[in-house]
């Protein structure tokens, strides 16, 4: 029996010597999880602190990203809460979105619960008919919006109350047109800030996610010092597809404006790719503790044959994309909310 494992692991290595490097997929060695090599030393906190201060110093605009793009429709209202505002989404008849309260301006009907007809939202409660140009006479009025082909962002400007921006500050993606999109949403108890800081910890990767990565080494990380705005991390990385197979690529993450991580695909398999983490603020819970979101895009290409056919069949795709998400998710909010909690202590 040991003589057979022996035979299976000689030939099992023998195959991965022989790999041909230029194959996306590659083998992975088998490797116990409290063997790898512990990342500690090299995630210094004032690294990742300094680079939390310089995202949060960046302009927002007073842009928040609100919705997938693919959420708010013609056809119905959408309700979405940020930083306390109820709000509500739909489209006008050229397909353009409208944001606006979502709270009825006659008795404070929950706008997000009635239908839109004829491309105006109308009340459940008396019928009060809300066109997408707004009833001022009523003082609804609808906000500054953007949708930008994956996600629909709103101008807050009492929220953040910076200088507004006509447009927000959109992560350069590639071309939606031969690109798969696919956004999630997940829900924490943490504020933004909590969000960002777990993304700027590229270290915790292979040790916290080993079921998703390998062999993770950062490769460059801001200075602590740094003004210039070259703030970002690049890590070496390679995505299991299974346990003794992954797909290694070098990725960049930078942060374009404060609630928003970017990372970029520099090289490997899916370059130009991108994965953008926006972090929502909802509010306070009844608990009086912040909510927040985390709205995920991954704008994915490849000149791939079979990239191409995931495209056509996206709506199959989208899900299981969003599936992944969801479960490095799980336990980078879980990472998110126990910073919180720590900080709520102090
Ligand atoms: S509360 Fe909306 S019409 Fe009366
Ligand atoms: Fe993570």
Redesign the pocket.
Same mark, same amino acid.
């Given at each position: 029996m040991v003589e057979r494992r022996r035979t299976v692991r000689g030939l099992t290595e023998a195959v991965a010597r022989r790999w041909p490097e230029r194959w996306p997929l590659q083998p992975l060695p088998r490797e116990d999880w409290a063997r790898q090599r512990p990342t500690v030393g090299q995630a210094d906190v004032a690294v990742i602190d300094a680079a939390v201060k310089h995202a949060l110093a960046r302009p927002s605009g007073n842009w928040f990203v609100v919705a997938d793009s693919r959420h708010v429709r013609p056809d119905r209202p959408y309700g979405v809460t940020v930083a306390g505002r109820e709000l509500v989404a739909w489209r006008d008849a050229d397909g353009r979105v409208v944001v606006g309260s979502g709270v &009825?301006? !006659? =008795?404070?009907?929950p =706008?997000a619960e @009635?239908r839109v007809v004829d491309h105006r939202l109308v &009340?459940?409660? !008396? @019928? =009060?008919a809300v066109p997408a140009s707004g009833l001022p006479g009523w003082g609804w009025c609808p906000l500054p919006s953007h949708d930008d082909g994956v996600l629909v962002w709103a101008r807050l400007d009492d929220v953040d109350g910076e200088p507004p921006t006509p447009r927000p500050v959109v992560p350069d993606r590639p071309d939606l047109d031969t690109a798969l999109a696919a956004v999630t949403r997940v829900d924490g108890v943490c504020e933004p800030v909590d969000v960002v800081a777990n993304r700027l910890d590229p270290w915790h990767g292979s040790w916290f996610h080993p079921y998703s990565f390998a062999r993770l080494r950062v490769l460059e990380a801001p200075a602590v010092d740094t003004t210039n705005g070259q703030d970002r991390f690049v890590v070496a990385v390679t995505f299991r597809v299974g346990p003794r197979f992954g797909v290694p690529v070098v990725a960049e993450f930078t942060c374009p404006e404060p609630r928003t991580v970017c990372m970029r695909i520099v090289s490997g398999e899916g370059e130009g790719s991108v994965v953008e983490t926006h972090a929502t603020p909802l509010g306070a819970g009844p608990d009086g503790r912040h909510r927040s979101a985390v709205i995920e895009a991954v704008v994915a290409t490849s000149p791939r044959t079979g990239f191409l056919l995931a495209r056509r069949v996206a709506p199959a795709v989208r899900p299981v994309v969003r599936a992944a998400a969801r479960r490095l998710w799980r336990d980078d909010l879980a990472y998110a909310e126990r910073r919180y909690a720590l900080r709520r202590r102090d």
């Open positions: &009825c301006p !006659h =008795l404070g009907a =706008l @009635g &009340c459940r409660w !008396h @019928g =009060l």
